[in-house]
C-alpha cells in the first residue's frame, strides 16, 4: 500500500510505501518536485506499481512480493541484494500482517519450492 502526503505549507510531498509482510514503512522521496526533478508513480496493466524519481525507477512492487504471486513477479534469490525473495501468509483472514507461513524457492541452488512455517521447512517439491 502506498500512500502520498502533501504538505499544504511547502511545495514537498512524501511518499510512504507500507509493506504488508513487513513490519516497516519506507519514506522513498520527500523533495520538493520540480521541472527537473520529477518523482511519479506508475501503475501497469500487469499490477506492477513502479515509483520513479527523474524517469529512474526508484523502487517497484514486483521486486517486493507479499502473498499474492502475479505474472513477471520476481521469486527466489536476489543476486544483487542477496535476499531470498518468498511470498508470505497473512496473519489471519483479516489481518494482513505477516503470518508464519511461506513459499519460495530454496536458497540453496537446489531448484526446490518450499514452504516455511516461520523458518522451519515444512515442506518441499522435491527429492
Known sequence: ???????????????????????????????????????????FDSGNLMLNNSGVMAW??????????????????DLITNVNQVFTSWRSEDDPAPGNFSIGIAPDWSTQFFIWEGNKPWWRSGR
Open 60 to 77: 517497484q512492487s514486483f521486486d517486493h512480493p507479499c502473498d499474492t504471486y502475479l505474472p513477471g513477479m520476481k521469486v527466489g534469490l
Open 1 to 43: 500500500m502506498a500512500s502520498i502526503v502533501v504538505n499544504r505549507h511547502s511545495s514537498s510531498a512524501s511518499i510512504f510505501v507500507d509493506r504488508p509482510c513487513s513490519t516497516a514503512s519506507n519514506v522513498v522521496d520527500s523533495r520538493p518536485s520540480s521541472a527537473s526533478n520529477r518523482s511519479t508513480a506508475e501503475l
